[in-house]
Structures are given as C-alpha cells and as structure tokens.
C-alpha cells in the first residue's frame, strides 16, 4: 500500500513538472526571442545615435525597445514564478521522499533484527514446530520463505528511493541557480531600461524643438494610409461588381441554351439546380459562384491562426484598430504596421490571385484574392508580381519601402473578408 501511494505521487509531480516544464520552455523560448529582437534593435539605435542630428527613427527604436524589455522583464517574472512552483514542489518531494525513506530503513532494520535473532535453522525449526497446528505451521513455513524475499524487496526499495531522493535534490539545486540566474538578468534588463527611459526623454526633448514639423510628417503618414485603405476598398468593391456582372452573365446565357434546347426538343424547360447569381446575392455567394473560389476561400478559412507573417522577421509596431501616438495623433489603423529590415522581402500569406497592383504616393500596393478573402500589402519599394498572376503561400511579392524621414522599413497588412475588414491576429501565426 506504501509503495503503491509513493508511485501515486510521483505520477502527480511528473505530470505537474511536465506541465511546467512545457510552459517553462516556451517562456525560454520567447524570452530568447526578445533578447534577438532586442540585439537588432541595439544594433539599429547605435547606427541612428552615430548621426549628430538627432532623428525620429532614434525615438521610434527607442520607443520599441522599451516595450520589448518591458515585456521581456515580464517574461521573466513569469518564469521566475514557475521555478518557485517547481522548487516548492521539489521541495514536498524531497520531504516525502525522505520521510518514506526514513520509514523504509526502519522497517528494514525490525527485518534485520528479526532475521538476526532467528538465523540459526534450529530457531527456525522452533519457531514452525510451536504451531498450535498443521495449517498454522505451514503458513509459518511460507513466512519463513517469503520473508527473505521480501527483505530483498525492502533493500530494493530503499536503494531506488534514495536514487529518486538524490536525483530531485539535484533538481532542485538547478532550478534555485537557474532562479537565480534568471533573477540577476532581471535587474540588468531593468538598469538598461532606465538607460533607455532616459535616453528617450532626451530625444523628445531634442525632437520637440521641431515638434511642427514631426507632426506634419506623421500626418502625411496618415493620410497616405487612409488613402491606401479608400484603394483597397474599391479595389474589393470593382471585384464584386466584376464577379457579380460576371455570374449574372455566365446564369442568363445558361439560361438562354437551356431555353433553347428545350424549344428545339418541344419539352418544358428544367430550372437550374444551382441558384443563380442575381442583384440580390451577398458578396459572399458572388465571390464563391465557383468551386474554385469556394473551395479557397474554404482553404483560407481552414488556415485561420496558421497563416504566415508577410515578413519573414519582423516586429509589431502597431495593431489592427484606434490608437494615439506620441504626438497625441489619433489614428485609425486597418491591419498590422511590421517594421522590419531595410529591403526585406515582402510575401503572400496565402495562395491567390493579384487582383490590383498600384502606387499610392510613391510606393506601392498590391492586392490578392484568395476566393471570398483578400490580402493587402502597402508601402512596397518594389514588386515583383503583376495583376492576374497567380501566386504561392510565402512567395515573394516585393519589397519594403524604407520611409526617408524615420528611416524606418514598414510594411503595411490589411485583410478584408468581401468589404469587411478583420483583426490579422485572428489569422496570422505566432511570430
């Protein structure tokens, strides 16, 4: 029964530890991720803080590297709390292990004793023949046989437990360095983001001195977006149309033959089983009128949460939805901003077909189509695809446009489900 509850236990703590351990190494693993980012970001603010003028590129780097740091000290908080779940855990263990050992021992030593006093045959002999009967001095008999074989058992016990004991004290001296470790980088990524904290109020207090002319440019920033979204939006509006007149066309001359057949076979016309595209159908039954769009567009949806970045390394500078910069500009924003490196290669997150392929105030925008859904991709330096091309999930479409005023490499992500916009964190992968 003892053994039976210790293996008990150590089903519940392995199946704890895994469970921590699992999110233990994603924490790991998003925490080198942001040391990564980080390392770029240095990279990129020493090359800016080289230049005697002061620029907004400085401000903006400064700006994604305290929000990083931030998130990384949080990160760590996070970790810290599963090593003191995994050492206070470690720790019940370690004391129930030797609680059991310390049981074990002195069980073992009644056997010892036991088996000391009773060594000789002639006590053996003894110990049977003083049964009050037959059936009572076989079971002894069987006593006698059993008991070494469970005192093996008992020693086998007491070796495997002080093994599991010695391995979890190990266990558990590396999860308090590991703390400890993780504890000291800590207050080093707090030191760095006072630095940084302070550098940034010396830059806006430089960058304020030209504060008119910062804001002018973050207002042409939106209104090159604004216009980019009204592009996009008759983008999607001019291919409904094309593909309603399109349907309707495709019904009214299947109409026409069928009408016609049945003239010349003198029969009733047979109405369609599929119904036809009309004035009145949704956006979503236009687009889908063919197996092909429809089964895309079923594609597409059966990616949602799976779809990849439109970059292949990048950072979140701005989500989908409202928010207000640092010069207290309320903007509005249609999908995802990604900064990225300068010349970074722009891709598809999905298979489709490039419906539209323009320039918006110096830079261009390019559009694809995957059945009822449509991906758009704006402040491209270049492209490399043309409209009605048929393109493949990561291939290349263009690349980055890198803003001269910033100096910043930002994409641009927008995805439209018919005229409706959507959130990309729906649809995009983890970065």
Do not use: C
Request: glycine share 6%.
């Amino acid at each position: 029964m003892k053994f039976f509850r210790t293996a008990l236990l150590f089903i519940f703590v392995f199946a704890a530890t895994s469970v921590l351990a699992q999110s233990s190494a994603e924490l790991k693993r998003r925490r080198d991720k942001l040391t990564n980012e980080l390392e770029q970001l240095n990279q990129e603010y020493q090359e800016t803080a080289s230049s005697k003028k002061v620029s907004l590129k400085q401000l903006n780097i400064l700006k994604a590297q305290i929000n990083l740091r931030e998130e990384k000290i949080l990160n760590i908080n996070s970790e810290v709390r599963n090593l003191d779940n995994q050492i206070s855990q470690s720790n019940n263990t370690v004391r129930s292990l030797q609680s059991q050992l310390d049981q074990l021992k002195k069980e073992y030593a009644g056997m010892v004793l036991f088996a000391y006093r009773n060594q000789s045959a002639y006590n053996k002999l003894m110990f049977i023949f003083a049964a009050k009967d037959f059936n009572q001095a076989y079971r002894r008999l069987k006593y006698l046989q059993q008991f070494g074989t469970y005192r093996e058992r008992q020693a086998g016990y007491i070796q495997g437990t002080q093994k599991d004991l010695n391995i979890k004290i190990v266990e558990l001296d590396k999860d308090k360095k590991q703390k400890s470790n993780l504890l000291t980088e800590q207050e080093k990524e707090k030191e760095t983001l006072g630095k940084e904290k302070n550098n940034q109020v010396k830059v806006i207090t430089d960058l304020s001195k030209h504060q008119g002319e910062l804001k002018q440019q973050q207002r042409d920033i939106q209104k090159k977006i604004a216009k980019t979204t009204r592009e996009i939006s008759n983008a999607i509006r001019k291919e409904i149309e094309d593909a309603r007149r399109e349907a309707e066309a495709k019904a009214a001359a299947a109409a026409k033959a069928a009408a016609a057949k049945a003239k010349a076979e003198n029969r009733e016309v047979v109405a369609p089983t599929k119904k036809a595209i009309t004035k009145t159908s949704s956006n979503s039954e236009v687009l889908n009128a063919t197996p092909e769009a429809a089964k895309l567009s079923n594609d597409f949806l059966g990616n949602r949460g799976r779809l990849p970045w439109p970059v292949a390394n990048g950072q979140l500078v701005h989500g989908f939805g409202t928010y207000t910069d640092s010069e207290g500009i309320r903007n509005d924003n249609p999908g995802y901003e990604i900064r990225t490196s300068t010349g970074a290669s722009v891709r598809a997150v999905f298979e489709g077909e490039v419906v539209k392929v323009m320039d918006v105030s110096g830079t261009y925008l390019v559009i694809i189509k995957h059945g009822e859904y449509f991906t758009a991709y704006s402040n491209l330096k270049a492209v490399n695809v043309a409209k009605g091309q048929k393109v493949t999930t990561k291939q290349g479409i263009g690349t980055v446009a890198t803003d001269p005023s910033s100096g910043e490499a930002e994409v641009i992500f927008a995805l439209y489900q018919g005229k409706t916009v959507v959130n990309p964190k729906l649809w995009l992968a983890d970065n």
